[in-house]
T-cell receptor, first 113, second 115 residues
Framework: DSGVTQTPKHLITATGQRVTLRCSPR?????VYWYQQSLDQGLQFLIH???????AKGNILERFSAQQFPDLHSELNLSSLELGDSALYFCASSPSDRFDEQYFGPGTRLTVT | AQKVTQAQTEISVVEKEDVTLDCVYE???????LFWYKQPPSGELVFLIRRNSFDEQNEISGRYSWNFQKSTSSFNFTITASQVVDSAVYFC????????????WGAGTKLIIKP
């Protein structure tokens, strides 16, 4: 158990809908990262927050947004969902914003039908 | 250009064989860190090791060992006496100032250990 929690574990929704994925980092970690992993694909970095501030953006679509709250938990919002958004979404956390190992949550498996 | 290359897409060996997973990286920074992660069939990503660019000593942890060679920009991972439970996708990653410290991931190597 990495100490990072993600909810929900599974999510099935229809095209065009909007969903929110939630992540709680390990105790004491200030950074939260979001990744997308499609079937048989590598990890695609989406976005990084450090202590409430956005630090870096990766291949995140405009339909996706995220935030990190004062209690350091983070939410990833996916809207106008398309079939291609079906994937495993991981959250990871680390103590600082540089050179740390990242600890991953169990992931949320999103299925868009 | 790929900054982290894992050229072996899939490796299949019989249990008890030794196996080495290759990782070649590219960076202009003098300070950087390298990582290995394991993703078993259950899906979670498990951190295995972090190594900084100034420490070229080989690391051994049980049946796992890592060989870091700056001269060839490689950070290879060897599993000795492999077991079925080692079956997983293994990812190598790089963190450097030039990429704002974000982890740059290799494509992963799928390791299959046959009983």
């Amino acid at each position: 158990d990495s100490g990072v929690t993600q909810t929900p574990k599974h999510l099935i929704t229809a095209t065009g809908q909007r969903v929110t994925l939630r992540c709680s980092p390990r105790s004491g970690d200030l950074s939260v990262y979001w990744y997308q992993q499609s079937l048989d694909q590598g990890l695609q970095f989406l976005i990084h927050y450090y202590n409430g501030e956005e630090r870096a953006k990766g291949n995140i679509l405009e339909r996706f947004s995220a935030q990190q709250f004062p209690d350091l938990h983070s939410e990833l919002n996916l809207s106008s969902l398309e079939l291609g958004d079906s994937a495993l979404y991981f959250c990871a956390s680390s103590p600082s914003d540089r050179f740390d190992e990242q600890y991953f949550g169990p992931g949320t498996r999103l299925t868009v039908t | 250009a790929q900054k982290v290359t894992q050229a072996q897409t899939e490796i299949s060996v019989v249990e008890k064989e030794d196996v080495t997973l290759d990782c070649v990286y590219e960076t202009r920074d003098t300070t950087y860190y390298l990582f290995w992660y394991k993703q078993p069939p259950s899906g979670e990503l498990v951190f295995l090791i972090r190594r900084n660019s100034f420490d070229e000593q080989n690391e051994i942890s049980g049946r796992y060992s890592w060989n870091f060679q700056k001269s060839t920009s490689s950070f290879n991972f060897t599993i000795t006496a492999s077991q079925v439970v080692d079956s997983a996708v293994y990812f190598c990653a790089l963190s450097e100032l030039g990429s704002n410290y974000q982890l740059i991931w290799g494509a992963g190597t799928k390791l299959i250990i046959k009983p």
